[in-house]
């Protein structure tokens, strides 16, 4: 089946979607909720989203669309949302939650719309329409449902990844003889303060490579960092805060320090070797399937391990061999299209439930 194109009036939002961050999760259902989003509005499918006020303000400065701002996603406030989709006439509602759960899923029926949950850790019970999970942990892929018309799209072709991401992957990738270029990006938080581990464990050695540090939005603590490296020197030291996307400076760099999460399925698409330090068993398990999958090194949780291991670990690393295999792994495993194809189920979906959408599907 070819890709759906879908017009719809300009003047009427059709999709909602409801995204949580918080300190405790981080910030990446936010972030792939801005790309379903993106993806949407390029094809001029109108929608708005929905997140919680534990997201960033940084972060929703980003959003690409209107971002209304609600206490939380409790089935009260829920309820209320429900009364506004039903009275705007919204067609679909899409969640990206830790764990979204029955009743959350009842309240948003409620509003007469289509119910799609992108979910990440499987083995729950969902009465939704549609559950999409990009995860490459098997294990995580298993529903039980009333609802017997309830679909599922499981397996890491659906990730979510901006479009930066897969014009990257579709490049040949260039692995340099050494390594120049070392990234550290823990994720939106950095809850277990991993990040100011990896900068001690650097900071007296590989004095000629460029050391790049990210800070997500949800990164509580930026003055220890910045002390840290002023203490080391600073030199080859390059810090990052609010970036809007990390595409191009995780595909420029040699190696990687990651904790597991959506950062490590990025740092896979781009082909660059990863070292994971993980924080939560869900990234845990995504670090141990990658590695058995020929893709990064999972040395164990971030709070637990010794410097020493994460300079062997990127000893191990040096060896140009080594970085290719990874590279070619990974970039094999996570191709970039996911967005594309999580919208194309979107919009069909809510072709065959006959709404006010207009279709034409399998042109060309």
């Known amino acids: 089946m070819g890709q759906a194109h879908l017009i719809s009036r300009a003047d009427k939002p059709l999709i909602a979607i409801l995204a949580e961050a918080s300190p405790l999760i981080g910030t990446g259902h936010v972030v792939e909720a801005f790309t379903v989003a993106s993806e949407l509005l390029h094809k001029g499918i109108p929608l708005e ?94 529903y039980r449902s009333r609802s017997a018309s309830m ?20 490049q040949s990738r260039a692995i340099g003889k050494k390594i120049n270029h070392v990234v550290v990006a823990m994720g939106g938080a950095d809850r277990s303060a991993t990040t100011a581990k990896i900068v001690l464990a650097l900071a007296d050695r590989y004095n000629s490579i460029r050391k790049h540090v990210v800070l997500g939005p949800g990164f509580a603590d930026h003055e220890s960092i910045d002390a ?14 609010g970036l809007p996307s990390l595409a191009a400076l995780l595909a420029q760099a ?49 709070a637990e391990v010794k410097p020493g291991a994460l300079l062997e ?24 299209r996911g967005a594309e194809r999580i919208v194309t189920l979107l919009l069909e979906f809510i072709v065959n439930e006959n709404t006010t959408v207009k279709a034409l599907v399998d042109e060309g």
């Open 151 to 170: 679909r599922v799209y499981a397996g890491p072709q659906y990730m979510l990844l901006s479009s930066e991401y897969r014009a990257f992957n579709s």
């Open 49 to 142: 989203i929905w997140v919680n006020k534990e997201t960033p303000e940084a972060l929703i400065k980003n959003a690409p669309c209107v971002a209304h701002v609600i206490g939380d996603f409790s089935t009260t406030n829920l309820r209320r949302l429900s009364l506004t989709l039903k009275a705007e006439n919204f067609r679909l509602v899409v969640t990206n939650f830790r764990r979204v759960n029955i009743e959350q899923i009842d309240e948003l029926r409620r509003s007469g719309c289509v119910v799609a949950c992108v979910d990440e850790l499987g083995n729950t019970d969902l009465n939704c329409d549609l559950v999409i999970n990009g995860s490459i942990v098997r294990e995580y892929h298993r």
């Open 254 to 302: 040699d190696v990687a320090f990651s904790a597991g999460g959506n950062t490590l399925y990025e740092l896979a698409c781009v082909g660059t070797p990863t070292i994971v330090l993980y924080e939560d068993e869900h990234e845990r398990a995504q670090a141990l399937t990658f590695q058995s999958r020929g893709f990064g090194l999972c040395l164990g949780k971030g």
């Open 228 to 241: 840290l490296i002023a203490r080391s020197g600073g030199s080859n030291w390059f810090v990052y805060r």
């Open 313 to 336: 670990a990127l000893q191990s690393l040096e060896r140009l061999e080594e970085r290719q295999n990874h590279a070619r792994a990974g970039m094999a495993l996570i191709d970039g």
